[in-house]
């Protein structure tokens, strides 16, 4: 429903260009900002999907009954991110040696290590989606196309490139 929304107003502002660009009977301008349109527009919802498909993974794989055993709410999470104020001791032992301290260290590192390969692996499928790779090769090859017919132009192929994002900006104030 929002992805229609959004889709709407893309190309309403799409349409404006093209407008201003036959008006002013400037055909370069009109295909250089279409090419970068459409390739920026295609980047952007492979994007979307690709990172909608990552969170209803992660949805999938939530170990609910894990999540209802813990008894730290929300906002215990956000004030204390690492548990270092807990009530519960980890250690009841006060001095540790510098041989100690240095293997709980090396510990704490191993979980964090662990920690961002997993989530690295995680959404590795968001960045090498299919296609948004796709969504790239279309904007380089027509990047090449256009210059190699001597059409390029930089400043709306720029204007093309910036419909989506800019889109995207008002679309935070019109659609509330």
Do not use: H
Not at 51 to 79: G, P
Not at 91 to 111: C, P, V, Y
Not at 125 to 148: A, K, P
């Amino acid at each position: 429903m929002m992805i229609k929304k959004f889709a709407k107003l893309f190309f309403i502002i799409d349409f404006g260009v093209v407008i201003f660009c036959i008006l002013s009977n400037n055909y370069v301008w009109l295909i250089n900002t279409q090419v970068a349109f459409i390739s920026s527009l295609f980047i952007s919802f492979a994007t979307f999907l690709s990172y909608k498909r990552n969170v209803s993974k992660r949805l999938e794989n939530i170990d609910y009954d894990a999540q209802l055993s813990n008894d730290r709410d929300e906002i215990d999470k956000i004030d204390d991110p690492y548990d270092l104020y807990d009530e519960d001791e980890i250690n009841e032992k006060k001095d540790f040696s510098a041989s100690e301290i240095k293997e709980i260290i090396k510990e704490e590192k191993s979980r964090i290590k662990q920690n961002s390969f997993k989530n690295t692996i995680y959404s590795s499928g968001s960045f090498i989606s299919i296609y948004r790779i796709v969504g790239y090769v279309i904007l380089i090859f027509g990047f090449f196309s256009l210059n190699n017919n001597g059409i390029f132009n930089a400043m709306p192929y720029l204007v093309g490139l910036f419909i989506v994002p800019l889109s995207m900006l008002c679309a935070k104030f019109i659609l509330k």
